[in-house]
């Protein structure tokens, strides 16, 4: 899966030759880039405008702005930047923050449904206005809700990649290092695992459980262990077999002081980078599973409930749906393109 | 072939023991592939049937709530054998699952579990291969356009957006495509008819140049091919738009009840494009990436070098040799397809596999859920062995590893 993410590499001297063919250097770039944040913002906002302008307009602005700042960026440091990278780790950044401090921030009410009698019930969004993002049938703030349920989906996708580095971890190292019978027996459980379709899986463990927000953690935990072990084994694998290892075998280390002190370490670097994407693939687990009402119940917001629960007026309303699905999809973008560029700089091969 | 004949009389009795020794290696590997294979069945149905183990309390009240009378929650106990001891209930089971009997539903209505089962797999398979046959359709094309300039504003476009796509969850793609294709379709008519015309324009476009390079007396012939094309993109692009279909919001007509089977197409084309879409950008990316390599190749420059046209070379002298990580991932996608169809098919409301696990997990229906685990699950795993073993026919490279 991951391997099929690689963004395709820009050549280095695009953006230097883009700027002296076309658009007649820093100004030219700078302002490029104000005005498709101008057309951004108005194809966000314009509500008078027909949707497809504005959809059009909005995609144009989002485009233009990320080539204009890449134009800008890369002349003022003097090399290539990659603005796009940059922009996925700022949201990430961003959406841990808002997510850690959504107590502290001055945002409308999120699940109280006896607190918003007053408030006004399918507001549109505006940004400028007190409801950033609108507000749903009941006059809950969707922004709140946005922010809320990221703590939930940030929660259970870094508890469960947890789960699922550390146990997934243990066995693919000892798999890969002890070989034999041990790698045999786990290869059957790990394909055993992975022979239910990971939804199905989910949601025959929900069936059972309590779907609860611990409970989702340990079950995506619980899937995401079979690709750790694999991922881990095959990096333990070869590793095994290089010389710094055989060295402090000849130094009479024992087993436990290879596995720890010189697999280990090599080990971990293609484990968090391959974590970005699975923290991705797992965020979209539990909001799926959210979306079917199998996971995290209303009034507690999560990305995947709030979508189901504005399916309803979607037709008419459809800042209800797509707001939070926005705000999902960018989410889960910005983690791919994180972690392919990790990798970039982690696994130097794969360049 | 004649002066090689003698020799190949000498070589023949070791080549015949090379032979035997082949087909003894792919015996045991066969062997080897079914003990592995009975093995990960073993445990998924060890899983499966573990499931019930893990419910709390007493399963009966959880499957039928407070408020039934004893005789119900007897009957519950006793369609799930509760009287019997752990081993003896799994040896049950396993030995009715194997003949095909996944026991009955639990809930009104009583219903056989593999009867319905079997009604359902033919709508999930049915939006599983429309929607690999839908991306192949799509990525292919693509891919040869996008590969054949490779770094161009075109490639760069299309490449983007097909990262972009695989970012997007599912069940948020089929509300986008709802949104849209039900509640917004005159956008979307008249954006396929704009599309369509700007492709035919393009084409006439990028024709002109070529048609001016070419000897006097076939300009017109040429220039005639390149209109008539032009037309019939615009024509079919124009035929869409005026016979545009309606897609139902949900709901499903059953190919065997359609009297106009394209009421059942019209039924399940948002639902299996949601899953193509998504499916089109990997195979987009597998095949572009390939592609690109393939083309740097000595044999394409060679054939570049013979005046061979840029058609020729990318269907007939680099699609083949680049399609290989095509088959393979086209291949393993139906299996992962019909669990993703879990989740279009409950947005949808059709009555397939997935819909029916999505509602027997909501009703605590624990025997229809065992049911339909195993039998998607032993689907996938079967699938996955015959794409693997086909793969092996199709390339020689890895069939004696």
Redesign the interface.
């Known amino acids: 899966m991951s391997e099929?993410?690689?963004?395709?590499v820009v050549?280095p001297s695009d953006a230097t030759t883009r700027r002296r063919s076309f658009l007649g250097g820093r100004a030219g770039a700078a302002a490029l880039t104000v005005a498709s944040l101008v057309a951004l913002v108005v194809g966000i906002a314009g509500s008078p405008l027909p949707?497809?302008v504005r959809l059009a307009i909005a995609a144009a602005g989002a485009i233009g702005a990320v080539r204009g700042a890449r134009i800008l960026a890369s002349d003022i440091a003097g090399h290539p930047v990659d603005v796009g990278f940059w922009l996925a780790a700022g949201w990430l950044l961003l959406l841990l923050l808002s997510a850690v401090f959504a107590d502290l921030l001055p945002l409308g009410e999120a699940s109280d449904v006896s607190k918003t009698l007053l408030e006004p019930t399918l507001v549109r969004p505006d940004l400028l206005s007190s409801h950033p993002l609108g507000t749903d049938r009941q006059g809950l703030d969707i922004l709140a809700g946005v922010i809320y349920g990221a703590r939930v989906s940030l929660l259970v996708g870094l508890g469960a990649v947890a789960i699922g580095a550390f146990v997934g971890g243990a066995i693919g190292l000892l798999a890969g290092f002890y070989r034999r019978g041990l790698d045999r027996g786990v290869?059957?459980?790990s394909?055993?695992?992975m022979?239910?379709?990971?939804?199905?899986?989910l949601?025959?463990?929900?069936?059972?459980?309590q779907p609860s927000a611990r409970n989702v953690t340990i079950a995506l935990g619980i899937i995401s262990i079979p690709s750790y072990i694999r991922l881990v084994r095959a990096n333990t694998m070869t590793l095994a077999k290089r010389e710094f290892v055989l060295a402090s075998r000849a130094l009479a280390a024992d087993d436990r002081r290879i596995l720890l002190r010189e697999i280990l370490p090599n080990v971990v670097l293609p484990v968090v980078s391959y974590s970005f994407v699975i923290v991705?693939v797992l965020i979209?687990s539990e909001?799926?599973l959210s979306?079917?009402?199998?996971s995290i119940q209303r009034p507690n917001p999560t990305w995947?409930n709030l979508?189901a629960a504005g399916?309803s007026d979607?037709?008419q309303y459809?800042h209800l749906?797509?707001g939070p699905?926005a705000v999902?999809?960018i989410t889960?973008?910005a983690l791919?393109r994180v972690g392919d560029r990790m990798r970039l700089w982690w696994e130097p091969k794969s360049r | 072939m004649t002066a090689l004949a003698p020799v190949a009389g000498e070589l023949a009795p070791a080549d015949r023991r090379k032979r035997t020794g082949r087909a003894h290696r792919f015996l045991r590997g066969l062997l080897r592939t079914g003990v592995h294979l009975l093995a990960v069945m073993f445990f998924v149905s060890i899983g499966t049937f573990m499931l019930l183990e893990f419910v709390p309390g007493d399963p009966a009240v959880a499957v039928l709530g407070p408020d039934a009378t004893p005789q119900q929650y007897d009957e519950v106990r006793a369609e799930l054998g509760l009287d019997r001891p752990l081993p003896q209930r799994y040896a049950d089971w396993l030995g009715d699952a194997v003949q095909g009997d996944f026991g009955s539903s639990l809930r009104p209505p009583v219903r056989d579990v593999s009867g319905i089962i079997m009604s359902r797999l033919p709508v999930t398979l049915e939006i599983a291969g429309l929607a690999i046959a839908m991306a192949l359709a799509m990525a292919i094309p693509l891919a040869l356009w996008s590969a054949s300039q490779s770094g161009g504003p075109g490639d760069q476009a299309v490449s983007a957006t097909a990262y972009g796509l695989i970012s997007i969850p599912n069940f948020l793609a089929a509300l986008i495509l709802i949104f849209f294709f039900v509640f917004r379709p005159d956008l979307v008519r008249t954006f396929v008819f704009a599309a369509g015309l700007l492709i035919a324009v393009g084409m006439l476009a990028r024709r002109v140049p070529r048609v001016r390079r070419e000897h006097p007396e076939d300009r017109l012939r040429s220039m005639g091919a390149g209109v008539a094309g032009a037309v019939a993109v615009a024509g079919i692009a124009g035929l869409l738009f005026l016979s545009w279909p309606d897609f139902p919001r949900q709901g499903f007509v059953r190919w065997t009840d359609a009297p106009n089977k394209l009421d059942n197409l019209r039924s399940v084309f948002l639902p299996a494009f949601t899953l193509a879409l998504i499916e089109a950008a990997i195979f987009f990316r597998v095949l572009r990436n390939d592609l690109v390599t393939t083309l740097q190749e000595d044999f394409v420059l060679a054939a570049r070098a013979r005046g061979m046209p840029r058609r020729h070379i990318l269907l007939r002298e680099a699609l083949r040799p680049s399609s290989f990580s095509l088959v393979t991932v086209a291949g393993v996608s139906l299996g992962r397809l019909i669990g993703a169809a879990v989740i279009v098919e409950a947005v949808f409301r059709l009555p397939g596999l997935g819909s029916m696990m999505v509602d027997a997990v909501a009703a605590n229906d624990f025997r229809v859920v065992q049911g339909g685990v195993l039998a998607i699950s032993i689907l996938y795993v079967l699938l996955n062995l015959t794409v693997d073993s086909l793969y092996k026919l199709l390339d020689p490279r890895i069939r004696r590893v």
């Open positions: 099929l993410l690689l963004e395709p050549a949707l497809g290869a059957i459980l394909d055993s695992m022979a239910f379709p990971p939804l199905v899986f949601m025959a463990m929900v069936a059972v459980l991705a979209v909001a799926t979306f079917l009402g199998l995947g979508i399916q979607f037709d459809p749906v797509f699905g999902l999809f889960v973008f791919n």
